[in-house]
């Protein structure tokens, strides 16, 4: 009998970005297993096509930080849609993950608001370290500039009076 190999199913080319974040504009990064000095927020693809965002969302946050989105204190309604999408080129080490031809993902960004001093259970396959940073200094440690202009935008979704997008105040 021959020897059966399962194959994992290609990544799907659409993905989350969630911007953990504090009401005081503190933010979640962590820093990647596979790339060390890379910090980021939540990041992960659907795990099929019809899954629904939301659903993404919950299930990464889960998984990477051991933040339950329906535990008391947080609910379902801290986690906000920005109706921000960004579409970047595939970093060629990772395309093997994908189907042929495929070279580009697109981005759905949210944010979460978890109260501070929410414990958080990093994932030791994907992350090594986290920290809380104020905003602006959460985005100039980004690694991905996607991430980076996402936290910038925080004070713009999470309602802070006077806030201009991108200016840092």
Excluded at 63 to 84: C, F, M, N, Q, S
Aim: negative net charge; glycine residues 8%.
């Amino acid at each position: 009998m021959p020897e059966v190999i399962s194959q994992r199913p290609y990544k799907i080319p659409e993905s989350v970005l969630v911007v953990i974040h504090t009401p005081a504009l503190d933010v979640l990064l962590m820093e990647r297993t596979d790339t060390p000095g890379f910090w980021q927020s939540v990041t992960g693809s659907k795990d099929s096509a019809d899954e629904p965002l939301i659903t993404t969302c919950v299930r990464e946050v889960a998984e990477e930080t051991g933040i339950d989105v329906h535990a008391p204190g947080i609910g379902l309604a801290a986690l906000r849609d920005w109706g921000l999408r960004n579409v970047y080129e595939i970093y060629p080490r990772f395309l093997h993950r994908y189907a042929s031809g495929v070279t580009h993902n697109t981005e759905h960004v949210f944010g979460l608001t978890v109260p501070a001093g929410t414990p958080v259970r990093l994932a030791p396959r994907e992350h090594t370290a986290l920290r809380w940073l104020p905003w602006r200094e959460a985005a100039a440690a980004c690694y991905s500039p996607s991430n980076a202009k996402a936290i910038l935008q925080l004070p713009r979704f999470a309602g802070v009076a006077g806030a201009v997008p991108g200016s840092g105040a």
